[in-house]
T-cell receptor, first 114, second 113 residues
Framework: AQSVSQHNHHVILSEAASLELGCNYS??????LFWYVQYPGQHLQLLLK??????LVKGIKGFEAEFIKSKFSFNLRKPSVQWSDTAEYFC????????????FGKGTTLSVSS | NAGVTQTPKFQVLKTGQSMTLQCAQD?????MYWYRQDPGMGLRLIYY???????DKGEVPNGYNVSRLNKREFSLRLESAAPSQTSVYFC????????????FGEGSRLTVL
């Protein structure tokens, strides 16, 4: 069975600081990888996704993530956070085969102070 | 462009009462899902339907039933609500044949007293 582990439960940063959120998954086969964001009071929205090709993927709002297959990792990064990035971030994975559901990590709450 | 629509958005139940959460998508997606979100637990899959006519249990199916009414609609039923089912419920859809990316509804906040 697949599982997803997010290392940080709560991250607190000042504006302009750099961000890296860790995500590791366990699954032996080929996977699709996602990062979702949930702003306060809203539903989840896709930040970025990886299916194949360049392991460094760029998403919306200046976020990027790097897939390192040997480490089963898909860490999210942003060079300079803004107050508006305050949200909860979820890493998710599904096996690349029909009928498999997306499995989510427990989430990381990011608080950015201005 | 409605996307995924859930009703109701808020509901308060007493222990033992029943209710159905409705979900509809207008993106012609094959697959639909119900997740629950609890603080510190992330999103946990309750049930999903990979295609019309099929349903499968997820991580936390106990106390719930689902119906894939047609390609558009996927409902979640609580037959006898318990306080442990107090949560925010999200419906989502995807076209697994494509990317597997999920599109979420706005959530339904359920409180069981």
């Amino acid at each position: 069975a697949q599982s997803v582990s997010q290392h940080n439960h709560h991250v607190i940063l000042s504006e302009a600081a750099s961000l890296e959120l860790g995500c590791n998954y366990s699954y032996g086969g080929t996977v699709n990888l996602f990062w979702y964001v949930q702003y306060p009071g809203q539903h989840l929205q896709l930040l970025l996704k990886y299916f194949s090709g360049d392991p460094l993927v760029k998403g919306i709002k200046g976020f990027e993530a790097e897939f390192i297959k040997s480490k089963f990792s898909f860490n999210l990064r942003k060079p300079s956070v803004q107050w508006s990035d305050t949200a909860e971030y979820f890493c998710a994975v599904n096996a690349r085969q029909a009928g498999t559901a997306l499995i989510f990590g427990k989430g990381t709450t990011l608080s950015v102070s201005s | 462009n409605a996307g995924v629509t859930q009703t109701p958005k808020f509901q308060v139940l007493k222990t033992g009462q029943s209710m159905t959460l409705q979900c509809a998508q207008d993106m012609n997606h094959n697959s639909m899902y119900w997740y629950r979100q609890d603080p510190g637990m992330g999103l946990r899959l309750i049930y999903y339907s990979a295609s019309e006519g099929t349903t499968d249990k997820g991580e936390v199916p106990n106390g719930y039933n689902v119906s894939r009414l047609n390609k558009r609609e996927f409902s979640l039923r609580l037959e006898s609500a318990a306080p442990s089912q107090t949560s925010v419920y999200f419906c989502a859809s995807s076209n697994l044949a494509d990317t597997g990316e999920l599109f979420f509804g706005e959530g339904s906040r359920l409180t069981v007293l």
